[in-house]
């Protein structure tokens, strides 16, 4: 939520001047009264943890192959804005992948 957050109040994917910014921070003033310091604060969160590590993944050993597993990490990113070509390939993708069963 704090992604969205941080999108919805400081529209960061779209270029603005300052004056349209402005003017749209103090319109969410009016609908959203919590949402300035909501950002804020992942705002602050976001800059705190950008030094931070990141936590490193263990591999999973399955019991009695002694081969390593390939461990899969999933993080998400908001993306304000769908990207429909990417979507559509996406979606013809998995429909050639189940497709009809005879």
Known sequence: MEQWDLHEYFLCT???TEATLRSHCDGIKDTDTSLPQRAGKAYAAL??????AVP????IQPRGTGRKQ??????SIVKPNIDVDHF??????LGAR???KD
């Open 14 to 16: 779209d270029r603005l």
């Open 88 to 93: 559509v390939d996406v979606l013809m993708s």
């Open 98 to 100: 189940v497709g009809p």
């Open 70 to 75: 390939n461990v899969l990490t999933v993080r």
């Open 56 to 59: 490193t993944t263990q591999l």
């Open 47 to 52: 800059m705190r943890n950008m030094g931070a």
